[in-house]
């Protein structure tokens, strides 16, 4: 496993951008898929977006596909989530994963790590 730190997320007005940050710690960042997952108010945790292990692929929710961007740095340990023209109903904590399956997932339950989450409010 590793551990994973979130940061970025803030509030910002509908139609605006924001950039999440995942930092990874360990020397096998490189290793698993990445993904990112939003929880608003409620029990569902919703995928938002996943990454392979060379960044080589992505796959998103329909809901965010042509706004949102996941991209990975594995000389930095890093995942980020660029998010633009954000809509009201993108308000949520956006948590990011690492999975234990080696390739590319949407479902929770295939990842084994989790951040803390940060808190992402678009306002109308």
């Known amino acids: 496993q590793v551990q994973l730190v979130e940061s970025g997320g803030g509030l910002v007005q509908a139609g605006g951008s924001l950039r999440l940050s995942c930092v990874a710690s360990?020397?096998?960042?490189?290793?698993?898929?990445m993904g990112w997952f939003r929880q608003a108010p409620g029990p569902e945790r919703e995928f938002v977006a996943t990454?392979?292990?060379?960044?080589?692929?992505?796959y998103y929710a329909d809901s965010v596909k042509g706004r949102f961007t996941i991209a990975r740095d594995n000389a930095k340990n890093t995942v980020y989530l660029q998010m633009d023209s954000l809509k009201p109903e993108d308000t949520a904590v956006y948590y990011c994963?690492?999975?234990?399956?080696?390739?590319?997932?949407?479902?929770?339950?295939?990842?084994?790590?989790w951040g803390q989450g940060t808190q992402v409010t678009v306002s109308s």
């Open positions: 360990g020397r096998t960042f490189s290793a698993y898929p």
């Open positions: 994963a690492a999975s234990s399956y080696p390739v590319t997932t949407t479902t929770p339950d295939r990842y084994n790590s």
């Open positions: 990454i392979s292990r060379s960044g080589g692929s992505t």
